[in-house]
Nanobody
Framework: QVQLVESGGGLVQAGGSLRLSCAAS????????MAWFRQAPGKEREFVAA????????DYAASVKGRFTISRDGAKNTVYLQMNSLKPEDTAVYHC????????????????WGQGTQVTVSS
């Protein structure tokens, strides 16, 4: 079992930055691919970014590429999402997720989920 707890969300103006954190506990964090998904009101949950357990493979949704950066710190059992140049359309609840295969883009592929943290970007 893996427990995930997100933090770092908040209200920011367009063009601003936020850094989300996802702290993992439970089973060995090292062997899990970690991802961020987001869900806006009335919309389906969508893939944002993912990083493999070694950090050797990373991918982003086209909508955030060049603005968001995913990283992980194995010593702290934490994965981060640095979000720059935020836009109002980035407003959503952001969830981190974990699974033991390579990068997957469907939320149904992930076994463990955090409760989410709200990000609101004002125009």
């Amino acid at each position: 079992q893996v427990q995930l707890v997100e933090s770092g969300g908040g209200l920011v103006q367009a063009g601003g930055s936020l850094r989300l954190s996802c702290a993992a506990s439970g089973r060995t964090f090292s062997y899990y691919t970690m991802a961020w998904f987001r869900q806006a009101p009335g919309k389906e949950r969508e893939f944002v970014a993912a990083i493999t357990w070694s950090g050797g493979s990373i991918d982003y949704a086209a909508s955030v590429k060049g603005r968001f950066t995913i990283s992980r710190d194995g010593a702290k059992n934490t994965v981060y999402l640095q979000m720059n140049s935020l836009k109002p359309e980035d407003t959503a609840v952001y969830h981190c997720a974990a699974q033991r295969s390579g990068i997957r883009y469907s939320s149904s592929s992930y076994d463990y989920w955090g409760q989410g943290t709200q990000v609101t970007v004002s125009s």
